[in-house]
């Protein structure tokens, strides 16, 4: 710790430590599965109690989906602003039979706490919550003014995050947004992320003849569903990696100067990966950068191809119908409607009997690693933890950051708190809770470390 203004605070929360592991678990207890509409309500009126709690007016905003919570909590002008954003709604537990123990019985072994959403995203968002209440209780006040946007639909897409923040600007007006989500560093390293990437998912679709025939008797005269997106699909990418639909990346922005030099920093062991994932070699192109490709560069992935017939044996089929599931992953600065656009006039122009079917979408986002309150928060963080902090330009997935960055037009930074291998979204999801401890520290240290900040100034 190098900042003495932390020490009460750190104080505070290593005396709470228990009670604070506790909060938690009967945060966990509560199911919010979005996608099944299960305990949703009563995981909002929890979350909504957490933040009262705090001493936030809390405002509850309803979508045509689950509600939203809007807190805050001061409104000094001459303090600095954060919004933090979360999710308390989680992904389906299934498959059940994979869990040890039930996934809304919170337990704890080896120093981890094992249930559904402990890590994605109830415990990281509850640290930051817990950070607010030990600044208070161990100082008295807070350094910055603070909002808190807690959604219940991001596992399903965040599908009413951009009209609610469009809607309520003036109300989540803040100099930051910051996020605690997805994994650390395997290092365990403290970890700030710049950017997201965006995603556009389609579906192609053909239907070559009323219905399926014999490949003998319609054998090169019917045209055959399946070959019709095979030639498709081939003209879309090149098999030395380029994307090939025409505009598609003419608004892909290089990496900065800042962020080559940071992908420079980033711990990579090529042949460890392979190892880990049984590869024995990376995709194709063999001429760019690991991290380039993974935080710079669009993809096009085929998430399945269906038709004809696969049971056992063989069957002389000539198939009728087909469909490829895609998606694209987006980098700045690449919109959705763009992306569809490009691929409906690519598929128009290469094979026009096939439909593209447009499915869901969300924009990239990212925020200058030379913003200036960056280097302050880089600065907060390390101060919470040992060591200097990792700064990872983009992540490979995809948040909705982009209501913040494009709607609002403030930096949004990723700053995550649960351990590389909390197997979210998988069975027996957890949360170290050394891991969660050092989060409720780093969002202590984010507010002192913002304190003395004059945005603009
Ligand atoms: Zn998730």
Redesign the pocket.
């Known amino acids: 710790m190098n900042n003495p203004a932390l020490a009460p605070v750190f104080n505070h929360i290593d005396k709470n430590r228990d009670a604070f592991v506790a909060r938690l678990l009967d945060y966990v207890r509560q199911p919010s599965i979005s996608a099944q509409n299960i305990g949703m309500d009563a995981a909002a009126a929890l979350a909504e109690w957490h933040l009262r709690a705090l001493g936030m007016t809390v405002e509850r905003i309803e979508t045509p989906g689950h509600p939203m919570l809007l807190g805050q909590l001061g409104d000094d002008p001459a303090r600095p602003t954060i919004l933090f954003y979360g ?1 308390y709604d ?2 389906p537990p299934e498959p059940l039979e994979h869990w040890v123990s039930p996934p809304f019985e919170p337990t704890i072994r080896d120093g981890r706490i094992y249930a559904r959403g402990v890590a ?2 109830k415990g990281q968002h509850m640290a930051q919550i817990l950070a607010i209440e030990s600044h208070l209780a161990a100082t008295g006040g807070l350094p910055c003014n603070v909002k808190f946007l807690l959604e219940g639909e ?2 399903v897409g965040s599908p009413h995050l951009a009209q609610v923040v469009r809607d309520h600007a003036e109300r989540l007006r803040a100099d930051l947004v910051v996020t605690a ?2 994994p650390m560093h395997p290092s365990g390293r403290g970890t700030i992320l710049y950017g997201v990437r965006g995603v556009a998912s389609f579906e192609l679709r053909v239907r070559t003849a009323r219905r399926d025939a014999h490949s003998g008797n319609f054998g090169g005269v019917m045209p055959n569903a399946i070959w019709t997106l095979v030639h498709l699909l081939a003209t879309m990418k090149s098999p030395d990696g380029r994307i090939t639909i025409d505009g598609l990346a003419d608004t892909v922005l290089p990496p900065t100067e800042a962020e080559r030099a940071a992908m420079a920093r980033l711990p990579l062991d090529i042949g460890a990966v392979l190892a880990d994932m049984g590869m024995t070699r990376l995709d194709a192109p063999a001429d760019r950068d690991y991290f380039e490709r993974l935080m710079f560069q669009p993809t096009l992935t085929i998430n399945g191809l269906h038709g004809g017939y696969d049971g056992p044996g063989s069957k002389t089929v000539l198939p009728a119908e087909a469909v490829a599931k895609c998606d694209i992953r987006l980098v700045e600065a690449m919109t959705p409607e763009a992306v569809f656009a490009a691929v409906e006039a690519h598929v128009a122009q290469h094979a026009p009997d096939v439909t593209v079917i447009r499915q869901g979408a969300m924009p990239p986002s990212r925020t200058s690693m030379d913003t200036p309150v960056a280097a302050l928060l880089r600065k907060a963080v390390a101060a919470a933890r040992d060591g200097a902090v990792l700064d990872i330009p983009s992540m490979g997935g995809s948040l909705p950051d982009h209501a913040f960055t494009r709607i609002l037009g403030v930096p949004a930074f990723v700053v995550p708190y649960a351990n590389a291998d909390s197997a ?2 998988a069975p027996n999801e957890n949360m170290r809770i050394d891991c969660f401890l050092a989060g409720i520290r780093t969002g202590a240290a984010i507010l002192t470390g913002l304190g003395n900040w004059t945005p603009g100034g």
């Open positions: 999710h989680v992904q994605d995203n991001e596992e989500d997805g979210n979204h």
